[in-house]
Nanobody, 117 residues
Framework: QVQLVESGGDLVQPGDSLRLSCTAS????????IGWFRQAPGKEREAVAC???AVLSSVQNRFTISRDNAKNTVYLQMPDLKFEDTAVYYC???????????????WGQGTQVTVSS
């Protein structure tokens, strides 16, 4: 089955860190750019980070996105979390190899990140 599965979301306090995982099955993740998105209650979905196939790690918007092709997994390392980082986080497969345009053709089910004191 072709799918993306996110994991790692949790309830944390401000200043804590989390690492989200996006694991692919049914296809080779290393052949695609992969993006992370988030959607907070009552807000539009927004892009968080994207990693092209030629990149192993990149810092974007305070977060580090990285890929482990051997594990068919992309990670999102989120340090120093803030209240405004509370959202459902989704990963998505880009139809191409580079992070250009919004042509995402496969989405995961999402993982909840809640930052609360």
């Amino acid at each position: 089955q072709v799918q993306l599965v996110e994991s790692g979301g949790d309830l944390v306090q401000p200043g804590d860190s989390l690492r989200l995982s996006c694991t692919a099955s049914g296809f080779t993740l290393s052949s695609h750019a992969i993006g992370w998105f988030r959607q907070a209650p009552g807000k539009e979905r927004e892009a968080v980070a994207c990693i092209s196939i030629a990149v192993l790690s990149s810092v974007q918007n305070r977060f580090t996105i990285s890929r482990d092709n051997a594990k068919n997994t992309v990670y999102l390392q989120m340090p120093d979390l803030k209240f405004e980082d509370t959202a459902v986080y989704y990963c998505a497969r880009h139809a191409g190899a580079v992070c250009r345009g919004e042509n995402y053709d496969l989405w995961g089910q999402g993982t909840q990140v809640t930052v609360s004191s």
